[in-house]
C-alpha cells in the first residue's frame, strides 16, 4: 500500500482522486439544464453579469460564458482557480477568475445573478452561511436573484442518511463513514478513495444542516425573499425526500 495522503476538512471537492471522480459522474446534460435554467430564473440578457462563488473546477461559469455572459467566479483553491483560467484562456472566454474566500470577496461591481452550486453553502455553520448570503446581496443588483443548490438541507438528508457506505467510481474503490451530529447540526464524513495500484487518499468533509426554513429565514434575515425552491430546476417543486433542492432568492 503507497503512502496515504490526508486532507483538511472540506476540500473533498477540489484535488486528487476526487476531484476526477467529480468530474466524471456530473452528466453534462444536467450543467445545461442548470445552465438555462439560470438564464430564465434571473431573465439573463446580453449585458448581464453573473457572481458564480466557489466556482469549484468553473462547469456552470464556463456554460454561462460560452452562452455570451460576462461571469466573475471565485473560489479558494488555486487548482480549480486555475484550471478554470486555463479553459477561459484557451477558449476566450469572458470569464474572471479570482482566488479569494468567498467570505472575503469584494467587488466595485453589481451582478444580476450570484450561484452557489454543488452543495457548498453547506460548508459553513450558521455564522458563515449568513455573513456569504449578507456578502452576496451587498453585491447584487436590486431585484437580483440568487440560485443556491443543495443536496444536505435537513428534509433531504435525515431521509437519505448512511453511516457507512462502499461502492466503486470507475475502477477506484470508494468507502465513506459518516455521522450525524447536532450542537451544530451537521454530517461529518470520512471518504477514502483507493486507486487499483493502492494509491488511497483520506479526505474528511463536514456539511452543516439546515431545514428549508432555517435557509428562508436566514435568507430574510439577509435582504431576500424566497422565490422558489424546486427540486428540477424550472421543471418540478421541491418535496420532501428529493434528493436535491435549487433555491432562487430575489434581493429587495
Known amino acids: 500500500m503507497n503512502a496515504t495522503d490526508v486532507h483538511d476538512v472540506n476540500d473533498i471537492y477540489f484535488d486528487g482522486i476526487y476531484k476526477d471522480i467529480w468530474k466524471q459522474i456530473i452528466p453534462q446534460k444536467l450543467t445545461d439544464n442548470e445552465v438555462a435554467f439560470m ?35 471565485v473560489d479558494n483553491l488555486s487548482a480549480y482557480i486555475n484550471e478554470l483560467s486555463n479553459t477561459s484562456r484557451k477558449e476566450d472566454l469572458p470569464v474572471t477568475c479570482i482566488q479569494q474566500n468567498a ?28 455573513k456569504i448570503l449578507s456578502n452576496i446581496h451587498h453585491h447584487l443588483k436590486q431585484n437580483g436573484k440568487l440560485l443556491i443548490n443543495s443536496w444536505s438541507i435537513a428534509e433531504i438528508a435525515i431521509k437519505d442518511f448512511i453511516s457507512e457506505h462502499s461502492g466503486k467510481a470507475g475502477d477506484i474503490i470508494v468507502e465513506t463513514k459518516s ?24 479526505k474528511k468533509a463536514i456539511d452543516y444542516i439546515f431545514s428549508l426554513a432555517e435557509m428562508e429565514t436566514m435568507l430574510n434575515e439577509s435582504g431576500y425573499r424566497l422565490i422558489s425552491a424546486e427540486s428540477i430546476p424550472g421543471r418540478k417543486k421541491f418535496t420532501l425526500g428529493e434528493p436535491r433542492i435549487y433555491i432562487v432568492a430575489e434581493k429587495v
Open 39 to 73: 438564464i430564465d430564473c434571473a431573465n439573463l440578457q446580453p449585458d448581464s453579469k453573473i457572481l458564480d462563488i466557489m466556482c469549484g473546477f468553473g462547469r456552470h461559469a464556463i456554460g454561462l460564458s460560452r452562452a455570451g455572459f460576462q461571469v466573475t467566479a
Open 103 to 130: 467570505l472575503d470577496f469584494k467587488s466595485t461591481q453589481k451582478f444580476d445573478l450570484a450561484i452557489c452550486m454543488g452543495n457548498s453553502i453547506n460548508f459553513f455553520d450558521k455564522y458563515g452561511t449568513s
Open 179 to 202: 455521522e450525524y451530529l447536532f450542537q451544530p447540526t451537521r454530517i461529518e464524513t470520512i471518504n477514502t478513495f483507493i486507486k487499483p495500484d493502492g494509491t488511497k487518499e483520506i
